[in-house]
T-cell receptor
Framework: DAGVIQSPRHEVTEMGQEVTLRCKPI?????LFWYRQTMMRGLELLIY????????DSGMPEDRFSAKMPNASFSTLKIQPSEPRDSAVYFC???????????FGSGTQLSVL | DAKTTQPPSMDCAEGRAANLPCNHS???????VYWYRQIHSQGPQYIIH???NNETNEMASLIITEDRKSSTLILPHATLRDTAVYYC????????????FGPGTRLSVLP
């Protein structure tokens, strides 16, 4: 099992550019979560999906952020336009039926200049 | 908002037991206690979880008080590689419930 796979590992972009982060959950898992981590705010839940349907997006900071899960094996988090305050590590995680354990990817380190 | 309270930091001598406390005084009857840890720059890693009975696995032991208002994670023989931030989380064990992470406890294992 390859675990949760995120890409890219690192992203450096300029303010105003569109950024797309990608996540492949563990096969068979039906819940997917996007988190953001900064020194100031810690680990924040942005949005989570069950069976590809967004359940709670109350953590999405503003309309510049959007997330999709077109199928059970792929999700994207898009920021358009990006701003320097979006700089953070973005984690994707997945869990299976019963949701006992949350498995995290290695994260994407985003730097917006 | 996180439903748990943990000390911000703790030290432990290498080879000794590390006992990490967590208060969850408002826990509901159907909420489980989960522990995760995050080693620098990595994604959080699951350690253990329980409802009301004490639990043990290859990584740690979880002791939950009888009234379930607090718990302790025990690393029996801490090593330098156990230095990490440890998160205590309470949640209902079904999908549709998200994991809310608080600031956790930063454990430093000292040689």
């Amino acid at each position: 099992d390859a675990g949760v796979i995120q890409s890219p590992r690192h992203e450096v972009t300029e303010m105003g550019q569109e950024v797309t982060l990608r996540c492949k959950p563990i096969s068979g898992h039906n819940s997917l979560f996007w988190y953001r981590q900064t020194m100031m705010r810690g680990l924040e839940l942005l949005i989570y999906f069950n069976n590809n349907v967004p359940i709670d997006d109350s953590g999405m900071p503003e309309d510049r952020f959007s997330a999709k899960m077109p199928n059970a094996s792929f999700s994207t988090l898009k920021i358009q336009p990006s701003e320097p305050r979006d700089s953070a590590v973005y984690f994707c995680a997945s869990s299976g039926t019963g949701a006992e354990k949350l498995f995290f990817g290695s994260g994407t380190q985003l730097s917006v200049l | 908002d996180a439903k748990t309270t943990q000390p911000p930091s703790m030290d432990c001598a290498e080879g000794r037991a590390a006992n990490l406390p967590c208060n969850h005084s408002t826990i509901s009857g159907n909420e489980y206690v989960y522990w995760y840890r995050q080693i620098h720059s990595q994604g959080p890693q699951y350690i253990i979880h329980g409802l009301k009975n004490n639990e043990t696995n290859e990584m740690a032991s979880l002791i939950i008080t009888e009234d379930r208002k607090s718990s302790t994670l025990i690393l029996p023989h801490a090593t330098l590689r156990d230095t990490a931030v440890y998160y205590c989380i309470v949640r209902v064990d079904n999908y549709g419930q998200n994991f809310v992470f608080g600031p956790g406890t930063r454990l430093s294992v000292l040689p």
